[in-house]
């Protein structure tokens, strides 16, 4: 899946969140956001909220370079049928590019672009906003390799 020429962000680069979706659009408060009028999907892994919630446990790189990403609900079970994980499991089916950034604060470090790997998502368990125990779905993202010729 190649990079989008027009794609403005530069792996490394740290932007407030606020600029980013002038540029490309999507939904300022989501960790999954449809943007540039639904040809690229952005996910926003956020390491203080996934503490909150115990993806800390799941969500991060990987030693086998994957990037796992934990779903979106705060409530109750997870589901791959709802709108921002349907979206996100509905990218390489699509052929959309997946954009991983990092956030901390107001602003946000592109990590580069992504595809969901062969085996899309596995569930575990984690707490909910209310502290309760429940399922939520962690997607498996690898890296799109980017041609520097």
């Known amino acids: 899946m190649p990079i989008f020429a027009n794609w403005p962000v530069k792996i490394g680069q740290v932007i407030k969140r606020r600029?980013?979706?002038?540029?490309?659009?999507?939904?300022h408060q989501?960790?999954?956001?449809?943007?540039?009028?639904?040809?690229?999907?952005?996910?926003?892994?956020?390491?203080?909220?996934?503490r909150k919630y115990g993806y800390d446990r799941w969500e991060g790189?990987?030693?086998?370079?994957r990037f796992d990403y934990t779903g979106q609900g705060p409530l109750g079970d997870q589901d791959v049928t709802t709108r921002a994980n349907k979206s996100l499991l509905g990218t390489k089916?699509?052929?959309?590019?997946?954009?991983?950034?990092?956030?901390?604060?107001?602003?946000?470090?592109?990590?580069?672009?992504?595809?969901?790997?062969d085996d899309p998502y596995r569930w575990e368990e984690a707490p909910d906003e209310r502290g309760l125990?429940?399922?939520?779905?962690?997607?498996?993202?690898?890296?799109?390799?980017?041609?520097?010729?």
């Open 19 to 27: 600029e980013l979706h002038q540029l490309v659009g999507g939904a």
């Open 30 to 50: 989501w960790g999954i956001t449809s943007c540039m009028n639904r040809t690229a999907v952005l996910v926003f892994s956020n390491p203080h909220k996934a």
């Open 61 to 65: 790189s990987k030693p086998n370079g």
């Open 93 to 117: 089916a699509r052929g959309l590019p997946v954009h991983l950034f990092t956030s901390q604060g107001t602003s946000v470090t592109y990590v580069g672009e992504y595809e969901l790997a």
């Open 133 to 149: 125990l429940r399922r939520v779905v962690v997607f498996h993202l690898v890296q799109v390799e980017v041609d520097n010729c």
